[in-house]
Structure formats: C-alpha cells, structure tokens
T-cell receptor, first 116, second 114 residues
Framework: ETGVTQTPRHLVMGMTNKKSLKCEQH?????MYWYKQSAKKPLELMFV???????ENNSVPSRFSPECPNSSHLFLHLHTLQPEDSALYLC???????????????FGPGTRLTVL | AQKVTQAQTEISVVEKEDVTLDCVYE???????LFWYKQPPSGELVFLIR??????QNEISGRYSWNFQKSTSSFNFTITASQVVDSAVYFC???????????FGTGTRLQVTL
C-alpha cells in the first residue's frame, strides 16, 4: 500500500448504529487530519493529530470520536449520527516540520457515508 | 480571518482548449501558503502545488502553470491543451500558520469534453 488509505470506501448506517472509519498513512508522516466534505460546502476540518496528540477539534459534535493509536493510524468512531452527517469523510497526513498546517497534506480517497 | 474565493463554480471546455481557474484569497498575515488540489470522481484530493507568500515566481509543470500575484491576492491555475483526464473539481486552499488548518475554496468543477 502506498500513500493514504481509507476503509471502508462506502458506508451506509442507521442513526442508532455504531461504526468506525479507518485511515492509514504509509508516508512516514507525523500529523493526521479528518475532514468532512458535504455537497456544496467547503471542506471542513474536523480533527488534527500531531505526534498522536489531538491538537485541533473544530467544534465537532460528540457523536464523532477520533482515535489516533499511533502515527500511522487514525480512526473516526461514529455513533447516533444524523442524516445531515451524510458526507465524504477525508483523511489526510503531513510531515509537520514547523507550524502545523503549513506543510503539504496528502489525502486518502475518502469514505462516503450515508446515514439513513 | 482567512478566506478563499473560487468564483467559477463550473467550467466546460473542449479538449485541447486552454483553461484558467481563478483563486482569490484574503489574509492579513504576511507569511502564508497557497495550495491547489485536484479531486477526480474517485474522491481523492490530489496535491498539485504548494507556494509560499515570499515566492512570487510563476511555476510551470508540464501542461499546468500557476500565476501568483500578491498585488491582486490571486493564485490562478492554467491548464494548457486540456484533456478529458483533467475533468475534476479543483480546489484552491490557504494556510497562514496561525491556525492548524487549510482553508479551502468551494472548488471549480472542470468538464473537458471531446
């Protein structure tokens, strides 16, 4: 595997389900990100992890719970989601060399989530 | 506050035409970074270029070129001799380093037809 991978690529879940999105980066980076891409809206940053510690949480509802067990893996745990949470969830990674966020972020293919 | 404006929502061209995608940004910081990403139908955002605010030289990479003008706060992207494979949504993004996030524009959908 190369680059940033995400599984599953597609997910359909009910509002009472619990599921997890997985992201893995094979680039040796030390920072990872979750973004949400909804139709006709700009990409929204959800969470940032640097050296496995969360450094940014952009007022994301608690029904989204991130986990970063090591620098290569990032999870997004989902529970009791709403239909408006349906979107493409993108993971990215970067090598933080100075001020986090100014380095180049490399993205995975995304998980398209549909909440019924 | 940071803001990126991509006024062109959708552009349609015929193959081999040149096309320019506009990007206008707003920031009060003197140090910042600009990016362009391509998002094909598969969904993955593909990195194209990163430019810092102190480097105003235009850049050319194959059929792609970028025109950075601080005087007009623009960072436009031109595809020369477009091809069908260029069909995608293109995003311009900005980061000033004062917040650990990229600010994306709303994207421009480019459709290249035969």
């Amino acid at each position: 595997e190369t680059g940033v991978t995400q599984t599953p690529r597609h997910l359909v879940m009910g509002m009472t389900n619990k599921k997890s999105l997985k992201c893995e980066q094979h680039l040796g980076h030390n920072a990872m990100y979750w973004y949400k891409q909804s139709a006709k809206k700009p990409l929204e940053l959800m969470f940032v992890y640097s050296l496995e510690e969360r450094v940014e949480n952009n007022s994301v509802p608690s029904r989204f719970s991130p986990e970063c067990p090591n620098s290569s893996h990032l999870f997004l745990h989902l529970h009791t989601l709403q239909p408006e949470d349906s979107a493409l969830y993108l993971c990215a990674s970067s090598q933080a060399s100075g001020i986090l966020g100014t380095d180049t972020q490399y993205f995975g293919p995304g998980t398209r989530l549909t909440v019924l | 506050a940071q803001k990126v404006t991509q006024a062109q929502t959708e552009i349609s061209v015929v193959e081999k035409e040149d096309v320019t995608l506009d990007c206008v940004y707003e920031t009060r910081d003197t140090t910042y970074y600009l990016f362009w990403y391509k998002q094909p139908p598969s969904g993955e955002l593909v990195f194209l270029i990163r430019r810092n605010s102190f480097d105003e030289q235009n850049e050319i990479s194959g059929r792609y070129s970028w025109n950075f003008q601080k005087s007009t706060s623009s960072f436009n992207f031109t595809i020369t001799a477009s091809q069908v494979v260029d069909s995608a949504v293109y995003f311009c993004a900005l980061n000033t380093g004062t917040a650990s996030k990229l600010t994306f524009g709303t994207g421009t959908r480019l459709q290249v037809t035969l």
